[in-house]
């Protein structure tokens, strides 16, 4: 069963505009939500990741911020770059589940 | 460096030809787990190990085994492959589980005729 939902499936941006994902997930339980970040041709790589006890955390261009209420946290990039195309998951802790991925490509 | 490896990087097999895929990690990481991940679907567990010994089935286990008889290695085993099973299978590794930093391998790409 899928136990995090990711959305929009594929995101085109700008450079210099600003890509939104989000992830949605089921079980409340969960306390900690990581994004990782895949390129072509390479396994995927911790990105940012936030525990439910904060609203927002962000590392310089990347933001994540959580909305408990709602189930849901989303990845903010500002200022997009063409080297920030890649596929996106997140991921909750029940063994580690991941989402279907996110793909966004950064037009310049 | 501290990585985690995987061999080999492609393999074009047929169908019922058994074959392993070996994973190892050099920083003493209690927890590794193997993934396969196909287009629309994202990246799927098959088994994942808390530490040496201890191996637990994931979201897709069939036709797949695994063991853990050392801490730093994690070999995929096929019986008896078969071409549904052709995907690209990560290996990852983590200091403790699923709430540490998880550190995936280059990829294995497998191709069962």
């Known amino acids: 069963q899928q136990q995090v939902k990711q959305s929009p499936q594929s995101l085109i941006v700008q450079k210099g505009g600003i890509s939104i994902i989000n992830c949605a997930y089921e079980?409340?339980?969960?306390?900690?939500f990581p994004w990782y970040q895949q390129f072509p041709g390479k396994g995927p790589a911790l990105l940012i990741a936030i525990r439910p006890d904060v609203s927002e955390k962000k590392e310089g261009r990347f933001t994540i911020s959580f909305n408990k209420s709602a189930k849901q946290f989303s990845l903010h990039i500002m200022d997009s770059q063409p080297g920030d195309s890649a596929t996106y998951f997140c991921?909750?802790?029940?063994?580690?589940?991941f989402g279907k991925g996110n793909q966004v490509v950064v037009i310049p | 460096e501290a990585q985690v490896t995987q061999n080999p990087r492609y393999l074009i097999t047929v169908t019922g030809k058994k074959l392993t895929v070996t994973c190892s990690q050099n920083m003493n990481h209690e927890y590794m787990s193997w993934y396969r991940q196909d287009p629309g679907l994202g990246l799927r567990q098959i088994y994942y190990?808390?530490?040496?010994?201890?191996?637990d089935k994931g979201d897709v286990p069939e036709g797949y085994k695994v063991s853990r008889k050392e801490k730093r290695n994690f070999p995929l085993i096929l019986e008896s492959p078969s071409p549904n099973q052709t995907s690209l299978y990560f290996c990852?590794?983590?200091?403790?589980?699923?709430?540490?930093?998880?550190?995936f391998g280059p990829g294995t790409r497998l191709t069962v005729l």
């Open positions: 079980n409340t339980a969960f306390d900690y």
């Open positions: 190990s808390m530490n040496v010994e201890v191996t």
């Open positions: 990852a590794s983590s200091l403790e589980g699923f709430h540490n930093e998880q550190f």
């Open positions: 991921a909750v802790l029940n063994r580690l589940a």
